[in-house]
């Protein structure tokens, strides 16, 4: 069916509002802040036919964008030919769907006249799945038993009939059963809003248009991104990163990307072993973070199934890039930004103008948890927020999400109401960016007083490789988190994980994160803008 570019501007228009809409509901129905307050969800449309991604929610968390993919192809092949209308499946499998367990998938199918015409699947970070640490991101776990509740593709609800065996069953794993029977409940809500807007779609243009514009918009971006991937000349490119897993050791990650008149191959293969603890990426996670890289250097192209055609891969199981299970994978999102980063730096030698320094590169989570004065038991998670690197146009961002994501740092004032903590400082860390004719942008400083005896824990990394610079910028300063406990300081310099610290009231936890790198010869940056800097209180090293 041909379609004219009005008809087809209109319906890409309306599946961008229904996700957007969804996200809104999401967020706005869930109970756990790190949904409400830090937005760390998404939600998106799958053609069924191609198990390809029609639309994603602009403010969604973009590492779940291909993740949601995957999860929907492998629901699909599972249980695809007993699904019928009003039918719900949930899953947290990381090896079937990516990213790890805290991140529940729902899906459900869109009908019309009796037949399949869209999936509309939901994301949610749920603070609380059992596990040994209250909180996930775990430094100690060595197996994903260690990390959580492990849901398989499953039905909760049949025929729009909740089933109550299952959520119970979810409930009953987790240590914050209120709060994340609200955040099931959210994510309910988001699909049904999104069949309802989409019943509206198909009556006011019906199927056949609907059907032959998401093919249309889909080929559309994919001969988008060939066309940006042929600029490059042909060619083997390679670059190599690592992620750090203790004070001494590291995992180590080598790319080589070949670029052939507007294909892509990635290679992993020179990557270490798969290991016992939580850095290890589930395959669908890696690929992910690959096509997040791509996609930022190629903005313009819209985020569709279309634009992750032109790549394939090379990455051999038992690779940490690869795991297999029951590898632990809860501390994904640093090794996930690590591959963006890798493959950032792959890209800075073909596409200079088109390049900035590396970002901060990590979550640096900082999982708490305890009681309250009234007994009531609180778990909760930190997302560390950091600067990014210089481009050819300007200084690095500062106090930003990584790239992989969109999870934002709590608002102080919510997280005091949430929990018993006293925010002692939020500000620009000084010195922390990266030199360059533009700097990165600068790292945060984060200081809370706890109230209350609690339990804390910090998964992070950068703490000893620094954000790199690109086309001759300098480095940034790295990741420090320090821990004052009844016993004295623990953790500073070089520390990227800390594991499972008990504080009392009076301590203190500070985290520092890194800068973004710079972009160009420090030389030629304007003196101007250093003088403002100094007087600024953000430059005071030579």
Request: aromatic share 8%.
């Amino acid at each position: 069916m041909a379609l004219n570019p009005l008809d087809l501007a209109i319906i890409r228009g309306r599946l961008q509002q229904i996700t957007d809409e969804m996200d809104l509901v999401h967020v706005k129905a869930a109970f756990s802040p790190i949904v409400s307050e830090m937005s760390d969800r998404a939600n998106a449309m799958i053609n069924p036919k191609r198990l390809e991604v029609v639309s994603q929610g602009k403010t969604g968390l973009p590492i779940f964008v291909s993740a949601m993919q995957t999860s929907a192809r492998s629901i699909m092949e599972r249980l695809g030919s007993d699904m019928r209308d009003g039918d719900v499946v949930i899953m947290n499998d990381p090896f079937l769907g990516g990213t790890h367990l805290q991140d529940i998938k729902l899906l459900r199918p869109f009908f019309v006249d009796g037949q399949i015409v869209l999936l509309l699947v939901s994301t949610g970070h749920y603070v609380d799945l059992g596990g040994a640490l209250a909180g996930g991101f775990d430094p100690s776990a060595t197996d994903i038993f260690q990390e959580g509740l492990q849901i398989p593709p499953t039905f909760l609800a049949k025929a729009g009939e909740l089933r109550r065996d299952i959520l119970r069953l979810i409930v009953q794993n987790t240590r914050l059963p209120e709060a994340q029977e609200g955040d099931v409940r959210a994510q309910l809500n988001a699909l049904e809003v999104g069949v309802r807007r989409l019943t509206a779609l198909v009556e006011e243009r019906g199927v056949e248009q609907l059907l032959a514009a998401i093919d249309e918009l889909a080929d559309r971006s994919e001969a988008q991104m060939r066309g940006y991937l042929g600029r490059v000349n042909n060619g083997t490119y390679r670059a190599r990163d690592a992620v750090e897993i203790s004070q001494t050791e590291e995992l180590v990650l080598e790319v080589a990307i070949t670029f052939n008149d507007g294909s892509v191959h990635v290679d992993f293969t020179g990557s270490s072993a798969a290991y016992r603890g939580p850095m290890n990426l589930a395959w669908p996670t890696t690929e992910t973070a690959v096509f997040l890289a791509f996609k930022h250097y190629f903005p313009e192209v819209p985020i569709n199934g279309g634009c992750f055609r032109p790549f394939t891969f090379t990455c051999p199981p038992g690779r940490f890039l690869n795991a297999s299970w029951p590898s632990a994978v809860g501390g994904y999102s640093e090794s996930a930004q690590r591959v963006t980063d890798v493959v950032f730096a792959t890209l800075a030698q073909v596409l200079p103008e088109l390049a900035s320094g590396a970002c901060y590169g990590t979550g640096s989570t900082l999982t708490f948890s305890g009681h309250q004065t009234d007994g009531t038991f609180f778990a909760s998670v930190f997302p560390v927020c950091g600067g990014h690197g210089g481009s050819k146009d300007s200084d690095g961002l500062v106090h930003t999400p990584l790239p992989i994501g969109m999870a934002k740092f709590p608002k102080l004032e919510a997280s005091e109401h949430d929990f018993p903590v006293r925010w002692e400082t939020m500000a620009m860390r000084p010195d922390s960016a990266g030199a360059g004719r533009w700097r990165g942008g600068w790292g945060s400083v984060f200081r809370f007083t706890t109230l209350v005896p609690m339990n804390v824990a910090f998964l992070g990394d950068r703490a000893r490789h620094a954000p790199f610079g690109v086309v001759g910028g300098g480095q940034a300063a790295m990741t420090e988190v320090t821990i004052k406990t009844q016993s004295g300081l623990v953790g500073g310099r070089g520390y990227s994980q800390l594991k499972n610290i008990r504080i009392e009231p009076g301590d203190w936890v500070e985290m520092k994160s890194a800068g973004g790198g710079g972009y160009g010869n420090p030389s030629e940056r304007d003196p101007a803008a250093m003088v403002a800097d100094r007087r600024d209180g953000l430059l005071t090293a030579d």
